[in-house]
């Protein structure tokens, strides 16, 4: 099972994909990455995570 969050900032568009059954995600960009991680996503793939994780363990 997978769940997709699109993100968008400024003109940078990019999709966050988390696969529930094997935790781990993916991310389809329309960038060629050139920086690091860090600094192409910041944190927010790991908060996004965390909250939606969150959110099914307390509402399953």
Not at 3 to 14: E, I, M, N, R, S
Not at 18 to 24: A, C, E
């Amino acid at each position: 099972m997978q769940f997709l969050f699109p993100v968008y900032t400024g003109c940078h568009h990019y999709i966050i994909c988390y696969n529930i059954k094997k935790p781990r995600w993916e991310i389809i960009d329309n960038l060629v990455q050139e920086m690091s991680f860090e600094d192409t996503y910041g944190d927010l793939p790991w908060k996004l995570a965390y909250n939606y994780y969150n959110e099914l363990a307390n509402n399953g």
